[in-house]
C-alpha cells in the first residue's frame, strides 16, 4: 500500500492528511522535533499518550528507513495494519513469516520502498538483518518498550541490552526509546545502556483523565464482576486474574451467564491463544479473562474498562495493565477487586525471590495495598507513587472523590469488642478470623482451637460480616492495628490501649455500594443509535478486510460522527483520525448511513469547533539556563557549570525560545564556527523556511552544515526576531 502521492512539506500537513489528528499536544511536538534534529531520545508517556505518533511521524519525514524493535508479534502486526489502512509503507519481520514472504519484504527494504520496518530485538540482532539494515539508509532506530532494557524494570528481556551495539552499526541513525513506564532507576539504566543525552528526555504526565479509577474489597467475586459487567454490556474490557485456574473459572462462570468471553493464559496451546486474541480484537468476543501477561500484545483502542479480580504485585504492573484500556482518549473504567488472601499469595512468590530482591518488592505491595484501601484521591495517590504532584483538590474521575460525605459514628463500643478479640485471640490473626470468632461462627478451626470459649465469642452479632470487614478497614487506617503484610494477622497499637481506656473511635457505618457506583456519564455525547449503526458497519468491513474494527476508525471517531453528522466528504475529513486514504476508503460507505439517518430525522450537519493547541511551558532547568545566559553568561560557561555538552544548552535555549521567552542575540553568532557567507546563507534559508524545524534547513542547503551549527543560527535568527 502506498502513501499519499502528494507527499505533504510540513509535520502539520502530515499529521491532517495521513493520520486525521488536529493537533500534536505538546510533548508530542517537542519529541517530534528533537528526532527530526536527529537527537538521540528518551520517552516516558503513559499508554495511551500518543506515543507511537513520535517516531512515525518523523519516519514520514526521514528520506531513508526507521526501524522499529517491539518485543511482540502481535503487537507488531496490529501497527502495521493501522499504518497500512492510513496508506503508509511499513513491513514487520518476524516468525510469522514464511520464506517467500520474507524475500519479498527484504527486498522491498532493499528497493527503499519501505518506510518503517518493525522486528523483534531477536530478529534484529540476527547477522542477515543487521547486514540488511547496513545496505539501507537507516535515519530512525526506535526502541519500543524501552524499559525492558533493564534489569529493573517490569519486564527485563536480555535481548534488549544488546541493542547498543546495533546502534553502534547504525551511526547515522538517530535513536528514540520509549516507555510507558519507567522509574527514576529505569530511566537511568536506559540512557546509560543506550547512551542518551540526559537532556534529551521527555517525560510526560503520568495521569490518564479519562480512566475512571475504583477499587473495593472483594466480597463475593463473581456477582461483583456481573454487577459490574451489567453497566458494559456491548462494551469490550479485559479482566486480569492472578492464576490460570480462576482464569478458566471465571471466564466459565461468565459464559454460563451469557457474557461474551474467552480465557488467555500460558496454559492454553499457542494456536488457542492465538485464536483467542484475534477474537478480541476483531470484538467476535468482548471480553477476556486473562494472566497479566495479556494485553501487552494489542494495540486495541477500544477497550472500555479494565477488571482487576485480584490485587496486582505492585503500583507499576496495574498502572501498565490499566493504560491497556481508553487509549481513544474516551473514557474507560477501572476497577480493582482485592482480597487480604491476595497479599499471602503475593508474600509466597516474593519468597521465591532473590533475597536481596525481597525487600524492594515487599514495599512495592505495601503501596499496593495502601492504593487499594486509600480514603483518599485515588489519582492523588497514583501520581505520587510516579513522582508527580496532583494539584486538584478532586479529581472527579475517582470512586473516593465521587462518593457522597457519609457521616461518622460513634463506634466506640464495637471498636473494643473487634480490638479485645485481637487481644484474646493472641494477636496471631487476620481480620476474617477475628469476625468469625465476634459472629459465633462454628467454623472447625475456631473450635479446633477453644476459641468458642472465650469472652468475645459471638458477641458481634449486631454487624453483617460485610459490616465487619468496612469497620475493620478502618481501624487499620486509623492506626488501633497494625497488620502483618504477610500472613495479614493483626497486632495491637498504643492507640488501641487508649480505645480500651475510653478514648472514642468515630468511623462510617454504611454498606459499601455495588460495584458500578459512582459511575459518571461518558465523555462524549453522542447518539448511540447512529454509532451503533456506525459500528456495525465498521464490523463487517473489518471481518471482510481480516482485520480488527477499530483499525479502520477508532470509537473516538466514530463517536465524533454521531456528534456532528458530517454528510459531505469536507467535513468527513474533519472527523478525529480521518485522513486522506481514510476518506478515499470509506467517505463511500459511512457517509450514505450518516445521511440516511439524519434525513429521516431532520438533524443538520454540526460544525466540529477548531482545534486548540496549550501553549508550551518551560521546565526548571530550561528557565535556569535561560535566565543565565540573558544575564550576560555565555552558552560554554553554562554548559561548564552543569557539566553538560554545549548542545544540550542550545537545545534549553530553544525551548526556552519556543514557550515565547526573548533571548539576547549577541553571543550566539559569535559562536558559529562557519565562514561568514555560510551564515548568510542558513540565516537565508530560516527566514524562507520558517525556524520550526531543521530538517528542511537541512534539506535545502543539500547536508553542508552539519546539525549542531543550524541549531546555533536557528537561536539566532529567532533571537533577532524578538
Known sequence: MKAPSAAPQSIEAILRQVFGYDALRPLQADIIRNVLEKQDTLVVMP??????????????RFDGLTVVVSP???????????????????????STLGYQEYRQTTAQVRQGRVKLLYAAPETLLRPETLVLLEQSRVDCLAIDEAHC??????????????????????????????TATATLRVRQDIQQTLGLDQANTFIASFDRANLFLEARPRTNGLQQVLDFLTDHRDESGIIYCATRRQVDMLAEQLRASGWSALPYHAGLDGATRRRHQRQFTQEDVLIMVATVAFGMGIDKSNVRFILHYDLPKDLESYYQQIGRAGRDGLRADCLLLYSYSDVHTINHFIEQAAPAE???ATMRLQAMLRYAEATGCRRRLLLDYFGETYEANTCDTCDVCLAEERPLVDVTIPAQKFL??????????????????????????ILQRGHDRLSTYGIGLEFSKKQWQHLARQFIQQ????????????????????????????????????????????????????????????????????IPPYVIFSDRSLAEMAIYFPQSPASFARIFGVGQVKIEKYADLFLPIIQAYCRERDIPEGEKPAA??????????????????????????????????????????????????????????????????????????FAELGADYLRPVYDALEGAVDWDELHLLRLYHVAVQE
Open 358 to 360: 525481597q525487600r524492594g
Open 479 to 546: 492506626g488501633l492495628v497494625d497488620q502483618d503484610m504477610e500472613y495479614g494477622s493483626l497486632t495491637l497499637t498504643t492507640k488501641a490501649y487508649a480505645v480500651f481506656k475510653g478514648e472514642p473511635v468515630r468511623a462510617e457505618l454504611h454498606e459499601e455500594q455495588g460495584a458500578s457506583a459512582g459511575r459518571s456519564p461518558a465523555q462524549l455525547d453522542y447518539d448511540t443509535d447512529l454509532f451503533a449503526l456506525l459500528r456495525a458497519k465498521r464490523k463487517d468491513l473489518a471481518d471482510a478486510a481480516h
Open 612 to 685: 486548540t493547541r496549550p501553549a508550551p511551558r518551560a521546565g526548571e532547568r530550561t528557565t535556569a539556563v535561560a535566565t543565565l545566559y540573558n544575564s550576560g553568561k555565555s552558552i560554554p560557561d553554562i554548559a561548564a557549570l552543569f557539566g553538560v555538552k554545549t548542545s544540550t544548552v542550545l537545545s534549553h535555549l530553544w525551548k526556552a525560545a519556543q514557550t515565547g521567552q526573548a533571548l539576547r542575540p549577541d553571543g550566539l553568532r559569535d559562536l558559529s564556527q562557519l565562514p561568514p557567507e555560510t551564515q548568510a546563507r542558513v540565516l537565508a534559508a
Open 72 to 94: 511482540l508479534i502481535s503487537l507488531m502486526e496490529d501497527q502495521v495494519s493501522q499504518l497500512r489502512e492510513w496508506g503508509v509503507d511499513a513491513v514487520f519481520l518476524n
Open 47 to 60: 499508554t495511551g499518550s500518543g506515543k507511537s505518533l513520535c517516531y512515525q511521524l518523523p519516519a514520514l
Open 420 to 445: 479485645s478479640c485481637v487481644k484474646r485471640t493472641g494477636e496471631q490473626f487476620g481480620v476474617n478470623y477475628v469476625i468469625d470468632v465476634l459472629r459465633g461462627s462454628k467454623a472447625k478451626r
Open 149 to 178: 532494557i533493564s534489569a529493573w524494570g517490569h519486564d527485563f528481556r536480555p535481548e534488549y541490552r544488546q541493542l547498543r551495539s546495533v546502534r553502534r552499526r547504525l551511526p547515522q541513525a538517530v535513536c528514540v526509546a520509549l
